[in-house]
């Protein structure tokens, strides 16, 4: 539809983050299996166990994904600027990407390091996203 047109890059974030956290599924459910574990189980709480990273990985897109969806097409339904949600969707999707690239690699600390600011830079970005749209609803 044209007249979402000028939201290109907001919606292929949230598609694009969409498909990263299907991506990861069966990866998690691989690694959790190559454990012995249940479906559903959880790996011991270890960051130097990948599974256990890659669970949190996922987890952690699951958990995150719904609010990035909502605050990005609420601010797109109520007319936000096609510039500030662009700007501030694709830096919350490069800033998830690089924290999902920092903590598969099991990079810097487990908690307080680099994977925090980038998930603290996304948060921000969905958050001011969210009082945009708010805002621009009254």
Not at 101 to 115: A, E, M, Q
Request: glycine share 8%; hydrophobic share 55%.
């Amino acid at each position: 539809m044209e007249v979402f047109s000028d939201y290109g890059h907001a919606l292929a974030s949230v598609m694009i983050f969409t498909l990263v956290v299907l991506f990861l599924a069966p990866f998690s459910a691989m690694a959790k299996q190559g454990k012995g574990l249940a479906p559903g189980a959880t790996p011991e709480q270890d960051y130097s166990d990948r599974a256990y990273r890659l669970n949190r990985a996922y987890l952690n897109g699951t958990e995150t994904l719904p609010a990035f969806a909502a605050v990005t097409i609420a601010a797109i339904l109520v007319g936000v600027s096609p510039f500030w949600v662009n700007l501030l969707a694709s830096v919350a999707l490069v800033s998830r990407l690089a924290m999902l690239f920092v903590h598969l690699r099991g990079l810097g600390k487990p908690n307080s390091g680099l994977r925090s600011v980038l998930y603290v830079v996304a948060w921000l970005c969905m958050f001011v996203m969210g009082i945009m749209a708010l805002v621009a609803a009254f």
